[in-house]
Nanobody, 123 residues
């Protein structure tokens, strides 16, 4: 288990960009698979992006491919989500999550979660 805290959310105009950060603590952060998920009002939590322990492999939901980039800096115990060309449908609470195994896209596979940060994209 690792502790995770998201930051960087806020209000942005459609077409703009935001970068979310998630700071982690714990002995196993650098070896953990890290992911981003989001949940909009009235909807289920959905997968956004995931990255392996080294940062060498990443996988994205179809809805964000080409617009979002996940990255990590293990020296700083931080994972990022760069969001470009934002759309109103990207509005949601964004969560980072960690697991001790390989890349997965199901939220149920992740054992550590942050509190979430609100992203609102205005039309």
């Amino acid at each position: 288990q690792v502790q995770l805290v998201e930051s960087g959310g806020g209000l942005v105009q459609a077409g703009g960009s935001l970068r979310l950060s998630c700071a982690g603590s714990g002995r196993t952060f650098s070896s953990a698979t890290l992911g981003w998920f989001r949940q909009a009002p009235g909807k289920e939590r959905e997968f956004v992006a995931v990255i392996n322990w080294s940062g060498g492999y990443a996988y994205y939901a179809d809805s964000v491919k080409g617009r979002f980039t996940i990255s990590r800096d293990n020296a700083k115990n931080t994972v990022f989500l760069q969001m470009n060309s934002l759309k109103s449908e990207d509005t949601a609470v964004y969560y980072c999550a960690a697991r001790g195994g390989t890349i997965q896209t199901s939220s149920s596979a992740f054992t550590s979660w942050g509190q979430g940060t609100q992203v609102t994209v205005s039309s």
